[in-house]
């Protein structure tokens, strides 16, 4: 039954035309071994990477809800490449915690918290990124960036080194109107609280594998990534898709709070 019911959702997400389940970086570079030092590797049972992550404290990794498709099992802190992870030091088993409005990724509240089964060691290779402490209003063009190890190319394959893309924040409205462009079996209505930026009037964004990454702009993370479309990145496109972590920040703090969910 649960077989069938993945096998269902994974349908019904490609009818949508939505790139769920990973999204990696098109027309980026790989981040110095010095930067974004708060990148996590969501992993599966067997070590494989299935989304992208944020360390936000020491007890918790910030995630997209529909990475749990993927069932999580443990996060890789302290690593930018892949092919290097000592299972001893970097890997952390996790509790998922997804957001309790969450159904689909077409109806968003694409948000999740990973409790880490033991502290993270913050060190000189893994720190923490800052959360905006209210909800915000990003201005339009402003310059962000997107991090992963998804996809280079649209079918193409995850890479082992954690690559980063700069993109530009797009105003609600033209996001709206171009994704209401689209053809009809993949269209979608923009459901609330998300960014768009990347994938639209530029050739960067994400792509999958990289779902789950952060949004960084002006040293906070603001936005998840969420989706595509129908996994096409060959940019430029529609715009890429982010959770609004501003309008989740009390549903986190009360979860960091009791550090439980």
């Known amino acids: 039954m649960h077989a069938l019911h993945g096998f269902l959702l994974f349908?019904?997400?490609?009818?949508?035309?939505?790139?769920?389940?990973?999204?990696?970086?098109?027309?980026?570079?790989?981040?110095?071994?010095?930067?974004?030092?708060?990148?996590?590797?969501?992993?599966?049972?067997?070590?494989?990477?299935?989304?992208?992550?944020?360390?936000?404290?020491?007890?918790?990794?910030?995630?997209?809800?529909?990475?749990?498709?993927?069932?999580?099992?443990?996060?890789?802190?302290?690593?930018?490449n892949l092919k290097k992870v000592d299972n001893d030091t970097m890997r952390y088993s996790v509790k998922t915690c997804k957001?309790?409005?969450?159904?689909?990724?077409?109806?968003?509240?694409?948000?999740?918290?990973?409790?880490?089964?033991?502290?993270?060691?913050?060190?000189k290779r893994v720190q923490l990124?800052?959360?905006?402490?209210?909800?915000?209003?990003?201005?339009?063009?402003?310059?962000?960036?997107?991090?992963?190890?998804?996809?280079?190319?649209?079918?193409?394959?995850?890479?082992?080194?954690?690559?980063?893309?700069?993109?530009?924040?797009?105003?609600?409205e033209v996001c709206k109107e171009e994704w209401l462009k689209v053809p009809s079996k993949v269209q979608v209505k923009l459901p609330a609280n998300v960014i768009c930026a990347g994938g639209y009037g530029t050739k960067k964004g994400f792509c999958r594998g990289d779902s789950g990454g952060p949004l960084v702009c002006g040293g906070e993370a603001v936005g998840v990534v969420s989706f595509n479309m129908n996994g096409n990145c060959d940019y430029p496109n529609v715009p890429n898709v982010y959770t609004n972590i501003s309008k989740y920040l009390s549903w986190i703090k009360k979860i960091l709070k009791q550090r439980n969910c």
């Open 11 to 80: 349908h019904l997400l490609t009818c949508l035309g939505l790139h769920a389940l990973g999204s990696e970086i098109i027309n980026g570079k790989k981040v110095p071994e010095n930067l974004m030092l708060y990148m996590a590797s969501v992993q599966n049972n067997e070590g494989q990477h299935v989304c992208g992550g944020f360390l936000i404290n020491e007890d918790f990794v910030l995630t997209a809800a529909h990475c749990d498709d993927g069932k999580p099992t443990s996060v890789v802190l302290g690593t930018h």
């Open 99 to 123: 957001h309790p409005s969450y159904e689909s990724v077409s109806k968003g509240d694409d948000i999740m918290l990973l409790k880490l089964s033991k502290k993270a060691r913050l060190n």
């Open 129 to 172: 990124i800052k959360l905006p402490k209210n909800e915000i209003k990003i201005k339009d063009k402003a310059k962000c960036r997107v991090a992963g190890w998804g996809y280079t190319e649209t079918g193409g394959k995850k890479v082992d080194v954690l690559q980063v893309a700069d993109v530009s924040i797009i105003n609600p």
